[in-house]
């Protein structure tokens, strides 16, 4: 019986010798060997010019504007109404009211339930979206080809004729009481309020949150009223993306917006950014991160400098390829996600460097975001560098623009800022033609050291030493 144990022994060990995985070496080998074999890729080829197709463009005699763009190949087109009217338009004490009121919008129509809106979008294959931002509220559908036309008519009910429920406001507004406190709680809010409230101090791209007062105090009176002075055909713009029955959108696009009132213009109220060099810490005890924002006014997509712009910040921390990623991520650790921007609203833009960094590196990771700025008004990029920021632009360029969706964005993004009809066809001509110079003397002229706005959101009592050498108007 212990012989046989043994032979049983023996032979489950070679078995399980045989099972493991292979030594160090012969992995090293292995890899060399495999190595040796590989061959670098071809070089990509000259990019080619991208062309949006030929939209048609008309208007109705109430002021609402119409752009028909055919696109793609899938039975399916995407409708989408762009209303100049977000949060821009509250006033000092409706922080958060314009978001109220397309909840509300959602809550059906005077004609149709929120069930019935729902239940009809869905079988034409779609859904009914309403979103608001700082400039402009959507309100969008993509449906089956088939159903353009009907799905056109719901869309104008949703927009022209909301029932704006009163017995729907106090829940929407505890929805909002508690995503306020979600987002108060968290650092990159915090610091984007605190950020926002230097750069625009009186005016409504500076006030982020609402008070707790504010959101309770709300009436429906006071949607409605926010709704009557702010929409109307005037200030919309209906885009039309996809497979369609052009003459049977056209037809459908008139009978159901042609009712509707002209309505207020849109309205223009450009802020003055304060450019100042200036540093808030904000505490937040225990935190083992610092979250940081760093930025300072810049040019808007009116300006021609824009694009140089756009491949000087994807240079220098847009891209995950960038200077500061390189820096603080890769080779310093000190953060995993460093991130850079432009931010653009209707003629004004701010730059951005946004890092949640270690809080003991809280310090050293400003010195290194300083330091790569430094490093980019006096030092151009390579022909190499360049070209690959280049082709990365050009291939986000190109991915936004492939989905019904993402090329009504970029028509929207040219009509607000007046970019003017060949934009987005010269738009990957004119990255590919911008020099490492210009790249240097957009960083110099955009972005300077002396006058960033800096937030702090992090540990005061480990932080603060850190960063005492950043505040006060020496740096």
Sequence with gaps: ????????????????????????????????????????????????????????????????????????????????????????????????LADLMTSLMKEGTASRSAQQVAQEAASMGGSVDVNVGADITHIAGDVLSEYGPKMVALLADVAMHPLLPASEIDRLKKDQLRNLTIQKSQPQPIALEQFRKALYPNHPYGRVFPTEQMIQGYTIEDVQKFYKDNFGAARTHLYVAGKFDTAAIKKAISEAFSSWQHGPDPLIDIPKPVTKHDLALIDRPGAVQSTLYIGLPTIDPSNPDYIPLQVMNSILGGSFGSRI?????????????????????????????????????????????????????????????????????????????????????????????????????????????VTPQQVEQAAQKYIDTQKLTMVVVGDKQKVAEQVAAYQGSGM
């Design 325 to 433: 990623t390189a820096n603080i991520r890769e080779q310093k650790g000190y953060t995993y996600s460093p991130n850079s921007q432009v931010s653009p609203r209707y003629r004004d833009a701010y730059w951005l460097q946004v890092a949640d960094v270690t809080a003991q590196h809280t310090g050293d990771s400003i010195k290194e975001i300083l330091y790569e700025i430094d490093r980019l008004q006096k030092e151009a990029p390579s022909d190499a560098e360049l070209a690959g920021i280049k082709n990365y632009l050009s291939g986000v360029f190109v991915l936004r623009n492939s989905s019904r969706a993402g090329l009504i964005g970029q028509l929207e993004f040219v009509d607000l800022h007046k970019l003017g009809d060949d934009y987005l066809n010269t738009y990957v001509q004119k990255i590919y033609a």
């Design 1 to 96: 019986m212990r012989n046989r144990v043994i032979a049983l022994t023996c032979t489950m060990f070679l078995a399980l010798a045989w099972s493991l995985p292979p030594s160090a070496q012969d992995v090293t080998s292995a890899a060399q060997s495999v190595a040796a074999k590989k061959q670098s890729p071809p070089p990509g080829s000259a990019p080619k010019p991208f062309h949006v197709p030929q939209p048609e463009k008309l208007s109705l005699p109430n002021g609402l504007q119409v752009t028909l763009v055919p696109y793609g190949a899938i039975p399916k087109v995407q409708i989408t109404l762009s209303v100049r009217a977000g949060n821009l338009n509250e006033a000092e004490n409706q922080v958060w």
